[in-house]
């Protein structure tokens, strides 16, 4: 056999092409074998040449008897080889084999449409005989369209004894294949043989067949299967988009509250957080003072703070006092005002107070005095301000103290020492602004709170007992977050949470404590009760009406308006809980109580029940693999739609620490599209953990970190943010149909913008032909990519070493080249005009619409003249009818469009 060595594509080291057959003669009825191989084929029983995808002609062919073949055997089918071919099928039935080599009563292999399973496939059987064993490489996922160009690859590898099958360049199916018998007749395109007679006729074009003696490599056969080709089409809309699409999640991990959002500077304010020694707290003793600090629980401020930090003075030079360090620092920033409140109480004069903000090295930044101490708790309130054009530092310290000597042998108390720098939008008992603003650029549709771990405690006691994290601060005991291991002051409580979600814009997705602990604690069902109205009551709280009593407490807390709660979670993770208890009397006693309270209000089940209905499921996926959040970009695809709405929770690569790579980011991101693709089954989804305070991480990888003066964003951050703004309001038809493999898209639409949201997570290149079906063409637009490096983090010191970058883009028309950068997500917002979707929805594109419609209708072939007539589905948003088009595409008769 001739294996004449030939041009691959390039780098293709491993195979020798044997055999080229462009079609690109046009006439006669031979096809020239262009590798040097020597092979011609002839065209038999009336094949004839059709329009083609490589070079101008491809072989036609017609059904029955029509095919092309070579005199001889131009594979060595004992030995590893690859064939490729283009096809384009006009009719999908039956078997229907492209490439094939012939034995005496079998082909030595199938490169074919499969008559029983419709796919595309690779196959060989095992002895020359219709009863020996057939393998079957096939792609199943990938349902033949005629009229439609598919690039099919066939490898057989002899040193792995496998068949594989490629289809627009993506690797199909691998399977074992053991060879014992060689197929030494003509090479056939066109049909195969079985049973000893020719079958398998094709209706169709086949285009570039080509033959290797060798296993071409993925990237060789995506080379050959030629750029990409992405087609989106507006004339299919998909479903809405939710506005939960892209939600956030927080519970108290990783100092994400104290020592983050949460806006109070001072560290250990309660002095709880050690009870065995003031942490963060210091005494402070000038040139000729002295003085001590202790724990006391002698002199209680009330029962829910009786700690508190005594100075022992022993003598006053310049200053006597106590510092506290912050959390990890306390910022200072130029033109800044501080609010300051305490309680104190004195044994002993010890004069007016001094309140600081200095550095370390005890420059001040800003200072005031208090009035006089007293022999009881009283509550003091001050602000500092900071001189402008200082430069922003951390390294910094908060200090009370006392310059009056008379206070020399007396006593200080304090407790509930509390800083707070501006915060976001003023709130008082509020959040950071930095951080603020990143989450506002994620538009959180939903904010999952308050956890988590957080929520179920390890014990019953360390639970997130919402009754006691409301109301004035001082009277708020805190507790100890036994799932994180710190003690969590409480000042981001129950109301906290839900103003969070509010200034977010964002619907709080409540969780309530469902009666079991991360240690195992199942509450019995005889004593669920109390907890079952606990998250009534928190529910009450959150959207009762003043006049009952919670809602008067959030009333009288200063929130007189309900909060939009819409979702209530059950619990969290309770696949751990192995009792049975959630399924048994758990979820239903919750479900029971809160739908008869509450009917609007739709729940989330942790995990699957079966005793009541479940309106939402939450689902959390964590892997520290990349690729396994790519690989499942398609897990909703063939989802039922019969059961319950899905919510995932909480995802993240876990790769990187404290925050994550670009790579995690980008398989994150491939799973996202597959989330909003299926928008009509998943309503949301959320990043864990959202917070890191850099200093103190619980969790390896997080979304965003900070210390107490800077905040930087993750690769996954900005890839949030890019989805999160890149979306219109449904989403549309789109398909890759060729390229390298390593992309995942979705496509989504609203009135005058088409997006395309891109994954490349591979490491070459994606150049790839766009084509908008259903709309007018592109008239400009933007692009915005984040890429790089994908083991690349961000970090304080560099916060945008991966960041978005966006370009303008000019007009694009209906069909463009685009190149997808390796390790890339790619978001392109085009200015377009149409669309089924814009039809159906929004007056005053209506006219827009039906002139991108027709346009499209000619273009495509569906309208086969300027003039003619053609019909058009309800779908398009007209009446079904039959309607004539001016030579632009314009409709010529009036039409009523379907509202
Ligand atoms: O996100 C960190 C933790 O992971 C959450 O608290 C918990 O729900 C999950 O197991």
């Known amino acids: ?223 050959l299967a030629g750029p990409g080709r992405l087609s989106v089409d507006a004339s299919q809309p998909g479903p809405a988009i939710n506005s939960t699409q892209f939600g956030a999640f927080l519970e108290e991990i990783n100092h994400s509250g104290d020592g983050g959002l949460y806006a109070e500077l001072i560290r250990n304010r309660d002095l709880k957080e050690d009870p065995t020694s003031p942490v963060a707290w210091s005494a402070l003793a000038g040139r000729g003072s002295s003085a001590t600090i202790s724990l006391d629980s002698t002199e209680p401020l009330n029962s829910a703070n009786p700690i508190s930090l005594k100075l022992s003075i022993g003598s006053v030079g310049s200053r006597a006092g106590v510092a506290n360090a912050g959390w990890w620092g306390i910022p200072v920033r130029p033109s800044t005002t501080y609010r300051v409140s305490f309680f104190a109480k004195a044994g002993g004069d010890v004069g007016p107070l001094t309140v600081d903000l200095e550095s370390i090295s005890g420059k001040v930044w800003a200072s005031s005095q208090t009035r006089g101490v007293t022999g009881s708790w009283a509550k003091y309130t001050t602000t500092l301000t900071t001189p402008s054009g200082i430069t922003p530092s951390l390294s910094n310290r908060f200090v009370i103290s006392t310059s009056d000597r008379r206070a020399a042998g007396n006593t200080l108390w304090l407790t509930i020492v509390s800083l707070f720098p501006p915060t976001y939008q003023n709130l008082a008992n509020g959040f950071r602004i930095d951080l603020m603003q990143k989450l506002a650029g994620l538009h959180p549709g939903y904010f999952r709170v308050p956890g988590g771990n957080y929520l179920e405690g390890d014990t019953i006691d360390t639970r997130f007992a919402w009754k006691t994290t409301i109301g004035p601060i001082e009277d708020r005991p805190g507790h100890f977050n036994s799932a994180w291991g710190y003690w969590s002051q409480d000042g981001m409580g129950l109301l906290e949470y839900l103003e969070l979600a509010e200034q977010l814009h964002a619907q709080p997705l409540l969780a309530v404590w469902a009666g079991y602990t991360l240690t195992g604690t199942v509450v019995p069902q005889s004593q669920l009760q109390p907890y079952v109205q606990e998250a009534l009551d928190e529910i009450q709280y959150a959207i009762g009406p003043t006049s009952t009593p919670w809602g008067a407490r959030r009333a009288a807390d200063g929130h007189p308006a309900p909060f939009d709660l819409r979702m209530v979670e059950i619990g969290n993770e309770d696949f751990f809980d192995q009792s049975g208890s959630y399924n048994a009397y758990r979820y239903p006693m919750f479900y029971d109580a809160i739908k008869a309270a509450y009917p609007q209000l739709k729940l989330v089940a942790t995990t699957p029940v079966t005793s009541r209905p479940m309106d939402v499921i939450d689902e959390h996926f964590y892997n520290n693999d990349p690729n396994y959040f790519a690989s499942n970009a398609h897990l909703f695809d063939d989802a039922s739609r019969s059961g319950p709405k899905v919510i995932v929770g909480e995802y993240a690569t876990t790769q990187g620490t404290p925050t994550g790579t670009l790579a995690g980011a980008l398989g994150e991101s491939a799973f996202l599209t597959g989330l909003e693709r299926n928008a009509d089954l998943v309503i949301g989804a959320s990043y864990a953990p959202l917070l890191v305070n850099v200093n103190a991480p619980s969790w390896p990888t997080n979304l965003i970190g900070y210390d107490a003066l800077n905040s930087y964003g993750s690769p996954s951050y900005w890839a949030q943010h890019m989805l999160a703004e890149g979306h219109g309001d449904h989403v549309i038809g789109s398909q890759l149909v060729s390229g390298s493999g390593t992309l995942f898209e979705v496509a989504s639409h609203r009135p005058g913008h088409t997006y395309i949201v891109v994954v490349n997570n591979g490491s070459a290149d994606a150049p790839t032909q766009v084509t908008l079906n259903g709309e007018s063409g592109a008239t400009g637009g933007s692009a915005t990519v984040l890429t790089g490096d994908p083991t690349a983090m961000n970090s304080l010191a560099q916060p945008l070493l991966v960041a978005p970058h966006k370009v303008k883009l000019g007009a694009l028309g209906n069909s463009f080249r685009y190149t997808f950068p390796a390790n890339s997500l790619t978001v392109l917002d085009l200015l377009t005009a149409g669309g089924a979707g814009s039809a159906r929805a929004r007056s005053g594109s209506q006219q827009v619409t039906v002139t991108a419609i027709a346009r499209q209708a000619i273009r495509s072939g569906v309208a086969s003249t300027r003039t003619a007539k053609v019909t058009l589905r309800p779908v398009h948003g007209l009446k079904p009818g039959r309607y004539s088009f001016s030579a632009t595409g314009r409709i010529r008769r009036s039409v009523s469009v379907l509202r």
Request: overall charge negative; charged content about 10%; some cysteine.
């Open 1 to 223: 056999m001739a294996a004449c060595a030939a041009a691959a594509p390039a780098g293709a080291v491993g195979a020798s092409l044997t055999g080229h057959w462009t079609f690109d003669e046009g006439s006669g009825t031979v096809a020239a074998d262009s590798s040097g191989g020597g092979h011609p084929l002839t065209l038999t029983g009336g094949a004839s040449w059709g329009a083609g995808i490589v070079g101008p002609h491809s072989l036609l062919l017609g059904g029955g008897g029509q095919y092309a073949a070579s005199a001889g055997p131009v594979i060595d089918t004992t030995e590893s080889f690859t064939v490729s071919a283009w096809v384009n099928l006009s009719h999908l039935g039956g078997y229907q084999t492209f490439v094939s080599q012939d034995g005496n009563q079998v082909s030595g292999f199938y490169l074919q449409l499969r008559g029983d399973t419709g796919r595309f496939a690779f196959t060989r059987i095992a002895y020359d005989s219709p009863k020996a064993l057939g393998t079957i490489a096939s792609a199943s996922s990938i349902v033949p369209q005629s009229g439609v160009w598919y690039h099919l690859a066939g490898v057989y590898d002899a040193a792995r004894q496998t068949i594989s099958l490629y289809v627009n360049g993506r690797l199909q199916q691998t399977q074992s294949f053991v060879p014992n018998w060689q197929a030494s007749g003509p090479l056939a395109v066109g049909r195969a043989k079985y049973a000893g007679n020719p079958v398998d006729f094709v209706s169709g074009r086949i285009d570039d067949v080509r033959t290797y003696l060798g296993v071409l490599s993925a990237s060789e056969i995506a080379e």
